[in-house]
């Protein structure tokens, strides 16, 4: 299985600007798993709610989330990341993730499939 990974509108560069080098390495590494598998190991993949993912990153002391969904079962979609610095991933955070998801489907539904 190949899955195309999409990064809608800005919010996931704005993410990446954030790590250091090792960090994007180790997300690239999540990625191409994310990418080739049909099954993810727990501890990288968790579901929200609403078809909303979080993909876990974790690297030294710092643990970061990246929230994103399976589009047609073949279309990664990843929207905003974050820092993560309490046991609970915060609401707001997940408020803002499915505000986006549905800013990507009117979207996708105004430009007949084509992605920004």
């Known amino acids: 299985m190949k899955r195309t990974i999409i990064a809608f509108k800005h919010y996931?560069?704005?993410f990446l600007d954030i790590l250091n080098e090792k960090e994007k390495l180790k997300l690239k590494y999540i990625l191409s798993l994310l990418e080739t598998s049909?099954?993810?190991p727990l501890k990288f993949l968790?579901?929200?709610?609403?078809?909303?993912?979080?993909?876990?990153l974790e690297y030294e002391s710092n643990i970061y989330r990246i929230f994103f969904i399976?589009?047609?079962?073949?279309i990664v979609v990843l929207f905003n990341g974050f820092?993560?610095?309490?046991?609970?991933t915060p609401q707001k955070e997940i408020d803002k993730a499915l505000k986006i998801k549905n800013e990507y489907y009117a979207y996708k539904q105004s430009h007949h499939n084509k992605y920004k």
């Open 12 to 14: 996931y560069q704005e």
């Open 38 to 40: 049909d099954r993810m």
């Open 46 to 56: 968790r579901y929200i709610r609403n078809g909303l993912y979080e993909l876990r």
């Open 70 to 74: 399976f589009d047609e079962d073949k």
């Open 83 to 88: 820092h993560k610095k309490t046991m609970k």
